[in-house]
């Protein structure tokens, strides 16, 4: 299974960005799919995640600001950040829960930096 995430980048306080993650290869299903993030110095922590059925999950830090959507045809996630702070600066990793042969395995993209600054 291959993720590929984009739209990350630089934006200014108070901004928005909106990161996409496809997911290609051998799956017979996605029940979740989500991003983390992790900052400099910083433990990755969980920013939202989204079940085949359409139930969220957010940390609290994000709550009101970022939602979160997935297109199950095109096994594609996707992230909308609006309000961005200068904390919310950091590596954003998608991943997703893929069911094979019985099984859940969990697998991560690479990363997309995303950079609020004025």
């Known amino acids: 299974v291959q993720l590929q995430a984009s739209g990350g980048g630089s934006v200014q306080p108070g901004g928005s960005l909106r990161l996409s993650c496809v997911a290609s290869g051998s799956m017979f299903s996605i029940p979740d799919m989500g991003w983390y993030r992790q900052a400099p110095g910083k433990q990755r922590e969980l920013v939202a995640t989204?079940?085949?059925?359409?139930?969220?999950n957010f940390g609290d830090s994000v709550k009101g600001r970022f939602t979160i959507s997935r297109d199950n045809a095109k096994s594609t996630v996707y992230l909308q950040m609006s309000s961005l702070k200068p904390e919310d600066t950091a590596v954003y990793y998608c991943?997703?829960?893929?069911?094979?042969?019985?099984?859940?395995?969990?697998?991560w993209g690479q990363g997309t930096q995303v950079t609020v600054s004025s």
């Open positions: 989204i079940s085949s059925g359409g139930s969220t």
């Open positions: 991943m997703v829960v893929v069911m094979k042969g019985g099984y859940e395995y969990d697998y």
